[in-house]
């Protein structure tokens, strides 16, 4: 597991990567924050075996024990974004994730307002769970990813109108 702090750098990049790609054309919704958590469990497992054997009665007898203890830590930030400006940057797996996923959201937000009877968006969210895998990687869950879900990190977009939060 590396550093909490190089992941919560990494994932504030890409987050800023993916609202200016999204937000360049100026279309409506804007996201209104972004909430990143952060977790890590420590998993320590101890334990053991023994047997006994006592040939002149015909006693063979195996036991053991395990116990694991588990250590969690929780990191969470909710940001507020400021004007958005235009990056070219790399495009990262949790970057076109986050991009779809709010692009998903424009078009229902688009079509609810479409036809009667008429929505309009109050709130909206987009929460993607990865893993930081042993290269150092952000690696996306779900949807045919690889990554196990033990210790999920999210990061959640919240789209809506500013001002009625």
């Known amino acids: 597991m590396p550093n909490q702090s190089i992941l919560m750098d990494e994932v504030i990049r890409q987050i800023k990567v993916a609202i200016a790609e999204v937000q360049r054309d100026g279309s409506k919704p804007t996201i209104s924050k972004a909430t990143i958590e952060l977790k890590h469990i420590q998993s320590e497992k101890v334990g053991g075996k023994w047997e006994v054997k006592i ?7 195996k036991a053991g024990a395990n ?14 974004p400021l ?3 235009s990056m070219g940057v790399e495009h990262k797996p949790l970057t076109n994730e986050l991009i779809s996923a709010i692009a ?8 609810a307002a479409d036809t009667p009877p008429y ?3 109050e709130t909206a969210e987009a929460t993607i769970l990865f893993n930081y895998d042993q290269d150092g990687e952000i690696e996306i869950l779900g949807f045919g990813g690889n990554a196990k879900a033990s210790a999920a990190h999210s990061v959640t977009l919240t789209l809506g109108d500013a001002a009625s939060e």
């Open 67 to 80: 116990q694991t203890n588990q250590k969690t830590t929780s990191i969470k930030l909710v940001l507020k």
């Open 55 to 61: 040939p002149f009665i015909d006693l063979n007898t």
């Open 104 to 111: 998903a959201i424009k078009v229902g937000v688009t079509t």
């Open 119 to 121: 929505f309009e968006l």
């Open 83 to 85: 004007v958005s400006k």
